[in-house]
């Protein structure tokens, strides 16, 4: 088993950043690749990002590219979600994931986090 835990959520304006983290335990971290997603109210939850358990590759969906980057310190066993010039459309519960492989599927997830709250107000 691995425990993820999601924490730096909150409220910003719009234009705002913030920054998520996601501590691990339970099973060796950097053997997981790691990512990010979100769910709002009334929709699907979504790929955010993800990165190589080494990484040295990451990924991103085309509504959040150039804004967020995703990294990880493995020495820490935490992973991060650096956010930048938010927008209201990105409000939502995000929950950190593990899994085996890289994958952008909710499908390919072996572990969640509980979520965080992000909320961007107009």
């Known amino acids: 088993q691995v425990q993820l835990v999601e924490s730096g959520g909150g409220l910003v304006q719009a234009g705002g950043s913030l920054r998520l983290s996601c501590a691990a335990s339970?099973?060796?971290?950097?053997?997981?690749?790691m990512g990010w997603f979100r769910q709002a109210p009334g929709k699907e939850r979504e790929f955010v990002a993800a990165?190589?358990?080494?990484?040295?590759?990451?990924y991103y969906s085309d509504s959040v590219k150039g804004r967020f980057t995703i990294s990880r310190d493995n020495a820490k066993n935490t992973m991060y979600l650096q956010m930048n010039s938010l927008k209201p459309e990105d409000t939502a519960v995000y929950y950190c994931?593990?899994?085996?492989?890289?994958?952008?599927?909710?499908?390919?997830?072996?572990?969640w986090g509980q979520g965080t709250q992000v909320t961007v107000s107009s």
């Open positions: 994931a593990a899994s085996t492989i890289v994958t952008m599927r909710s499908s390919g997830i072996n572990y």
């Open positions: 339970g099973r060796t971290f950097w053997s997981f690749a």
């Open positions: 990165i190589s358990g080494s990484g040295g590759n990451t």
